[in-house]
């Protein structure tokens, strides 16, 4: 089944304590791409990848690391995590580096205390 | 800078009636793509449609239309006889590059 997938699903954490949220994709997708949801703001871009070794930032940067040293896979890492940083994550694929469908991993749900 | 604007944060409706969410962009681009995606209260999001700024055909899937006008920047989504099953809330996004923007959402609920 093609599909995109996160873990954990849930995470509570402390403040500093550095964490990974992996995510994968099974499609050969060349696009990945982070995204934050809050109340209000809808989602909101974190890092992107259009390839191996290729990644750029979105709009809210600050506060995380992403990599991608496999097409399938881009981890989301929080080195120092603070509460500014609870949110719902997800991430998301698409086949082409042009303004392709995206398709959605279920989320991380990250609280940070 | 591109922006995405919902005016609806909330529209309740009771079943069977029409609804139409809103959605405004702002982009300085020629070439650009809108979405609207799905978001139950399941949590994940569905993709519902893609639709490029040279293509401004109307489209219809079933009970879901689309209504797209450049001259307003406008890329509204109506829901004909609407059904529980599409309480949810609704995003609408806009790409002209490798990066996505999204709007902050609609959330409507169906009232049986």
């Known amino acids: 089944e093609a599909q995109v997938t996160q873990n954990p699903r849930y995470l509570i954490t402390v403040t500093g304590k550095k964490l990974t949220v992996t995510c994968s994709q099974n499609m050969n997708h060349e696009y990945m791409s982070w995204y934050r949801q809050d109340p209000g703001l809808g989602l909101r871009q974190i890092y992107y990848?259009?390839?191996?070794?290729?990644?750029d930032k979105g709009d809210v940067p600050e506060g995380y690391k992403v990599s991608r040293k496999e097409k399938r896979n881009f981890p989301l890492i929080l080195e120092s995590p603070s509460p500014n940083q609870t949110s719902l994550y997800f991430c998301a694929s698409s086949l082409w580096t042009s303004p392709d469908t995206q398709y959605f991993g279920p989320g991380t749900r990250l609280t940070v205390l | 800078a591109q922006k995405v604007t919902q005016a609806q944060t909330e529209i309740s409706v009771v079943e069977k009636e029409d609804v139409t969410l809103d959605c405004v962009y702002e982009t300085r681009d020629t070439t650009y793509y809108l979405f609207w995606y799905k978001q139950p209260p399941s949590g994940e999001l569905v993709f519902l449609i893609r639709r490029n700024s040279f293509d401004e055909q109307n489209e219809i899937s079933g009970r879901y239309s689309w209504n797209f006008q450049k001259s307003t920047s406008s890329f509204n989504f109506t829901i004909t006889a609407s059904q529980v099953v599409d309480s949810a809330v609704y995003f609408c996004?806009?790409?002209?590059?490798?990066?996505?923007?999204f709007g902050p959402g609609t959330r409507l609920s169906v009232l049986p």
């Open positions: 990848s259009m390839n191996v070794e290729v990644t």
């Open positions: 996004a806009l790409s002209s590059g490798q990066n996505f923007v």
